[in-house]
């Protein structure tokens, strides 16, 4: 199972990547603010970096069962 918030960090990765090609068009069209250009690679690049550094791995359960001299016991394992 998922955690919750990973689609919202799904949803902030695409939308950096949106104004972060906003900032590149823009400073391309207005040569005056060039800095945009840097600025909209590096937007995406460290939203990207954050989001995938923040995600959490599946997680499951594992039920082990034994039974140590007819008595059956279990245990969860995470």
Known sequence: ???ED????DYLTYASVV???GLI???LIQRRFRILVII??????????FAFSQKVP?????M???E?????????VR
Do not use: N, Y
Request: overall charge positive; proline content about 5%.
């Open 6 to 9: 990973t689609l919202f960090l």
């Open 40 to 49: 909209g690679l590096a937007v995406p690049g460290a939203t990207v970096g």
């Open 1 to 3: 199972m998922l955690a």
């Open 58 to 62: 599946m997680r499951f359960d594992v």
């Open 64 to 66: 082990i069962v034994q």
């Open 19 to 21: 104004v972060g090609g």
């Open 68 to 76: 140590p001299g007819g008595e059956i016991s279990w245990r969860k």
């Open 25 to 27: 068009l823009f400073g």
